[in-house]
């Protein structure tokens, strides 16, 4: 038995300690809004906060996680209320929406640590891949939730 | 409209109770029935797109697949413009493809590619719409015993104009829905239309935001297990032999199946123990006729169709030879694009359930829920009565989710496991080798100049592969692939001007499978003969602008939105130093599409795109905001295409495994892009592809510009952009 906090709560799972934490959360948790899109950390659909920040959750064996808390994006506020969340259906950021939640979750982070980002620091922090292409008004809605000016 | 009255409701509700009502009552578990609810919704279907609730919430049926091109906004938009419905109150639901089956088609084609998604349903569901609110307005008519002409529908409620008087929609849906669909049922005059036409936010978007969406990967089902499958590396080789106890002693592992000559698969509890044990179980291939094909030869022999003496022809017009003959200057040119993958973000994948009573019910992401039953039910042996679909939403399509390859498989390993719901989930390896890619094509143009710099003759020479010859080939004409031909058919084609004219095609079919990708050959065909016009006007002395301009001139719309992006981007006018512009127009699937790109080249040859404008007429535009959105979106996967995507062949198989190694532009590389929606009026086009392909050749243009090179080949990261 694994005992890992996810969300706030404590669950007691019963895997392979080599299984990535994506499966876990998606299949032993049951929270579906972390995705699989490469299984190698290339893609960032499966991002979510480690103790506050942004890991690929693919490629962290759940064994090694121990007491760090984990937040996906179910647990990222209460009722989308987050400003990266607000923002993100203010510009109309998704459109198919599967990267969309490692692409919050990183966004989150981001704001975490640099509160005021400048474009390069959005460039260099939001790396997640989204075919959809919605990275421009990605860009817009961190500044926006940031309270950045245009 | 008459047939509406003999719908098989029972089942319709069934469905619409699993999935529509899924989607309207915020996802419940597919499959999972809400008691009470079928009950309900019969008796407030106003006509069959619309069903309205007490509250005057308002569902409207979408036939269509929503895969993040905003379609179910779009076509309740459309719908809601004739209902003269509260939008705010507006809520859609999927049609279960086994519904439209049993009611002949009342919905009408499902399947959602080609950029057809609206423009193809405008007048059906707009009368739909139209239907409910002349029945709404009837039934208030009646209640209140006054002629229907004193009454008038606006936001949800019927007025009688006389008194005053209102009732809500909600209120008279029940007694709406037992009068007459009317037979004649005229649309609102564009210039009166309140809802199509504004930028309106999607209605579907807040449950994006915080992982609720269930996506078809998402799917839990009560006993379910998960399978990874294994396909043959090289296509057309075949499965020799496994050893399944190698995966059967391992973790979770439930099962090892065999699909077919080509496809093995493992189940067990956990996708990833599914996936572990799948990589570990040794398997031995016959890898068949194609083992040795690589990248290299696939493009010599290509390459052979450039001066083949056997090509299809799609335009013909004078002598090309004889303008040859006398020009002043001759220019030829050859250019050449790569395989590439549609790498949606979510993963090929199905769930599929066969029960011992010969039921099979699948869930399922698809561009087309017909195709999808259709596959469902051919793989299980069963009529298409017995298959229920579940569509859910798409994570990504592109066009790689028209094809139902997943569907057949998740059902041929259900059939062999009755009765436990099987998830087939593709690994992000298996989906980037297991592709239906952008065929690959070379192409030779040749122009001829007269001495004023007129362009007297061109011949445009398309050498490559047929998706139509691989997928469909009883659409090939003649023997000709008619899609082959987009952008450049006459139909298409602004170039009109040009005195004599030669468009042909010679067909090079290889191993590798090849698919509709997002713009499909519109993407190729337009930096051909995008950038070939450049070098043309580079050739006459003339300004690329003015070039076009020349020869547009009897095709009033293509000129009109390349002088809009021209005017936007301010061609002509001083840029800061080292930023050049290129500029190309293109017309496909129905809109009509120009780009100016300002791109700087460093010493060291790094490119930096800092800004593309696009002006698109589609006709009329539904929601300009979503124009906006998708012009931006295609122009992230285009320029992916154009920069570093690219799946080379290796001993029989693609290279590429994994977005390590198949790149895609991320947040960093991707452009300002400012969109222009200019609609015209008087029709409908298309909006999810149109706009991809003038954004490579724009920025190919600038490059040219910046550098003074020609890039002919795709994708640019071969090449070195240095000053020469």
Redesign the interface.
């Given at each position: 038995m694994i005992k890992l906090s996810v969300n706030g709560k404590t669950h007691q799972v019963d895997v392979d300690p080599e299984t990535p934490l994506l499966w876990v959360i998606r299949e032993q948790i049951g929270l579906t809004g972390t995705k699989y899109g490469c299984g190698v950390a290339a893609c960032g659909s499966c991002t979510v906060h480690v103790d506050g920040v942004a890991q690929r959750s693919c490629s962290i064996p759940v064994g090694s996680v121990g007491q760090a808390k984990i937040t996906t994006i179910e647990g990222l506020s209460r009722d989308a209320s987050h400003p990266v969340q607000k923002a993100w259906l203010a510009h109309q950021v998704p459109q198919c929406g599967y990267c969309q939640s490692g692409q919050i979750m990183a966004a989150a982070a981001l704001l975490k640590e640099k509160p005021k980002p400048t474009d390069a620091d959005i460039d260099a922090a939001m790396t997640n891949i989204c075919r959809c292409g919605t990275y421009q008004r990605v860009r817009a809605a961190i500044h926006t939730a940031a309270g950045n000016k245009a | 409209m008459t047939h509406h009255r003999k719908l098989d409701r029972r089942q319709f509700f069934t469905s619409a109770a699993a999935v529509g009502g899924g989607l309207t009552l915020g996802w419940q578990i597919p499959g999972g029935a809400i008691p009470g609810l079928a009950q309900t919704v019969v008796a407030r279907e106003v006509g069959i797109w619309v069903v309205i609730h007490p509250d005057d919430v308002t569902t409207v049926r979408i036939a269509r697949s929503?895969?993040?091109?905003?379609t179910l906004t779009g076509l309740a938009q459309l719908v809601a413009e004739e209902l003269e419905c509260d939008w705010s109150k507006v809520r859609a639901e999927y049609v279960a493809p086994e519904v439209n089956h049993a009611n002949k088609r009342a919905w009408g084609d499902m399947s959602t590619g080609g950029s057809r998604g609206i423009r193809t349903s405008v007048d059906y569901v707009r009368k739909g719409g139209a239907a409910a609110r002349m029945m709404l307005t009837e039934a208030a008519a009646r209640q209140w015993g006054v002629p229907v002409g004193e009454c008038a529908a606006a936001n949800s409620v019927v007025t009688h104009r006389p008194s005053g008087r209102t009732l809500r929609y909600g209120h008279l849906a029940e007694a709406a829905a037992k009068l007459e669909v009317p037979k004649e049922v005229p649309l609102k005059d564009p210039k009166d239309w309140k809802i199509i036409g504004q930028g309106l936010?999607?209605i579907d978007?807040?449950?994006?935001?915080?992982?609720?969406?269930?996506?078809a990967?998402?799917v839990?089902l009560p006993g379910m297990l998960?399978a990874s499958i294994a396909q043959s590396p090289v296509f057309g080789g075949k499965l020799q032999s496994w050893d399944a106890a190698k995966a059967l002693a391992m973790?979770g592992v439930r099962h090892v199946v065999k699909l077919d000559d080509q496809t093995i698969a493992v189940v067990a509890d956990?996708?990833?123990?599914a996936n572990q044990a799948l990589k570990a179980m040794p398997i031995v291939w016959d890898e068949g006729a194609h083992a040795k094909a690589d990248s290299a030869q696939i493009a010599a022999f290509v390459k052979t169709g450039l001066d083949a003496a056997e090509a299809g022809v799609s335009q013909k017009k004078g002598d090309v030879a004889a303008a040859f003959a006398g020009a002043a200057k001759k220019i030829e040119a050859v250019y050449g694009s790569q395989f590439l993958n549609?790498?949606?973000?979510?993963?090929m994948n199905c769930t599929a359930r066969y029960d011992a009573d010969g039921k099979l019910e699948i869930w399922v992401p698809t561009q087309n829920g017909e195709a999808a039953h259709a596959a469902a039910a051919q793989a299980a042996g069963l009529s298409l009565d017995k298959v229920k679909v579940n569509k859910l939403?798409?994570?990504?399509?592109?066009g790689r989710r028209g094809q139902s390859d997943y569907v057949r498989q998740s059902v041929q390993i259900a059939m062999q496991i009755p009765g436990r719901p099987i998830k087939l989930?593709w690994?992000?390896e298996e989906d980037m080798q297991h592709g239906f890619y952008r065929p690959i094509t070379q192409c030779k143009l040749t122009g001829a100049l007269d001495a004023q710099g007129n362009v007297t003759g061109l011949h445009m020479r398309i050498a490559g592969q047929s998706i139509l010859a691989h997928l469909f080939p009883s659409r090939l004409t003649n023997g000709i692939d008619t899609l082959q031909f987009q952008g450049v058919n006459a139909e298409e084609f602004g170039y009109a001007g040009i005195p004599n004219l030669l468009v042909d095609h010679a067909m090079r079919n290889t191993h590798v499978p090849v698919g509709f990708w997002r713009g499909v050959n519109h993407n190729q065909n337009a930096v051909y003969m995008e950038c070939f016009i450049d070098e043309l006007a580079l050739a006459a002395g003339k300004d690329p602008l003015e070039f076009r301009r020349g020869l547009l001139t009897q095709r009033p719309k293509h000129l009109a939105v390349l002088n809009v992006a021209a005017e936007k981007a301010g061609w002509g006018k001083p840029l800061p130093a080292g930023v050049h512009r290129g500029i190309c127009q293109n017309y496909g699937f129905g809109s009509y599409c120009a780009a100016v790109a300002e791109v700087s080249v460093s010493a060291q040859g790094k490119l930096k795109i800092h800004r593309i404008v696009c002006a698109v007429d589609p006709g009329h535009a539904v929601n300009p905001?979503q124009i906006a959105?998708q012009t931006?979106?295609?122009?992230?996967?285009g320029l992916s295409a154009l920069l570093i995507s690219e799946n080379t062949v290796k001993n029989g198989r693609i290279a590429e495994g994994?977005?390590?190694s198949y790149e895609?532009?991320?947040?960093?590389g991707?452009p300002?892009?400012e969109t222009h929606v200019v609609p015209s009026g008087g029709f409908w086009g298309g909006i999810g592809e149109p706009t991809i392909a003038v954004a490579a050749p724009a920025v190919l243009n600038a490059i040219f510009a910046a550098t003074g090179k020609r890039i002919r080949t795709l994708p640019l990261k071969h090449h070195d952009l240095r000053r020469a």
């Open positions: - | 929503e895969m993040g091109q905003g936010k999607r978007t807040a449950e994006r935001l915080d992982g609720s969406l269930t996506f990967i998402d839990k998960n973790k956990g996708w990833w123990q549609h790498a949606t973000m979510e993963p939403h798409l994570g990504g399509g592109f989930i690994s992000r905001d959105a931006e979106g295609s122009f992230v996967y994994n977005f390590d895609v532009m991320r947040l960093e991707m300002k892009v």
